[in-house]
């Protein structure tokens, strides 16, 4: 079945304690982004990556990291959460950067930073 | 100006009634559209991409695009309980913009009265 996995789905942390979101897809997509909705302001692109070793910013890229080693995988990072942070985080593939090619979306992560 | 805008809602329609939603966009150079359904904590769920002007037809779902006038819509017809969702209007820029950069707005909340 192809697929967008997130882990973990839910998660608490504290202020300053580093942290990852791992994101892997299973259909060969070369494009995948990170996005985070927050309540009034939509989906928000954080991230994305359009192949291997490919990265840039985003909408919102301040206080988050993204690495590319793998095709199948674009984890987020981040280095010291703050409070600001605590969103809805979604990871979204697409076969190429193409205009027509459609977007899939993860299950999401809630992370709450205290 | 938001760059995608849509009416918050709640539109609140009876069942077997046809709703209607509205997004407007500000890059005229766009050239996907998208309509996303998200339930609740969930993920968005692709329904509806159109990439012409005029309409187009799935199921009980109709896109309408309209570049000259910046606008793409989203007909339900014979709206069910099932289709109280919120639902995103998504924007792609030209191809030569950033990667695969969707722009959402920020949803219209559909309630589907019994």
């Known amino acids: 079945e192809a697929q967008v996995t997130q882990n973990p789905r839910y998660l608490i942390t504290v202020t300053g304690k580093k942290l990852t979101v791992t994101c892997s897809q299973n259909?060969?997509?070369?494009?995948m982004s990170w996005y985070r909705q927050d309540p009034g302001l939509g989906l928000r692109q954080i991230y994305y990556?359009?192949?291997?070793?490919?990265?840039d910013k985003g909408d919102v890229p301040e206080g988050y990291k993204v690495s590319r080693k793998e095709k199948r995988n674009f984890p987020l990072i981040l280095e010291s959460p703050s409070p600001n942070q605590t969103s809805l985080y979604f990871c979204?593939?697409?076969?190429?950067?193409?205009?027509?090619?459609?977007?899939?979306f993860g299950a999401g992560t809630r992370l709450s930073v205290l | 100006q938001k760059e995608v805008e849509q009416n918050s809602g709640p539109l609140s329609v009876p069942e077997g009634a046809i709703a209607s939603l509205n997004c407007t966009y500000s890059?005229?150079?766009?050239?996907?559209f998208f309509w996303y359904r998200q339930y609740s904590g969930k993920s968005p769920e692709l329904i509806m991409s159109?990439?012409?002007?005029g309409d187009k037809e799935d199921g009980r779902f109709t896109a309408q695009l309209n570049k000259a006038s910046q606008y793409v819509s989203l007909l339900i017809r014979d709206s069910q309980p099932s289709d109280s969702a919120t639902y995103l209007c998504a924007v792609k820029p030209l191809i030569k913009a950033a990667g695969n950069k969707l722009t959402f707005g920020g949803g219209t909340r559909v309630l589907v009265k019994p």
């Open positions: 259909m060969n997509h070369e494009y």
């Open positions: 979204a593939s697409s076969l190429d950067r193409l205009a027509k090619n459609i977007q899939y």
């Open positions: 890059d005229r150079g766009s050239q996907s």
């Open positions: 159109i990439y012409s002007n």
């Open positions: 990556s359009m192949n291997v070793e490919v990265t």
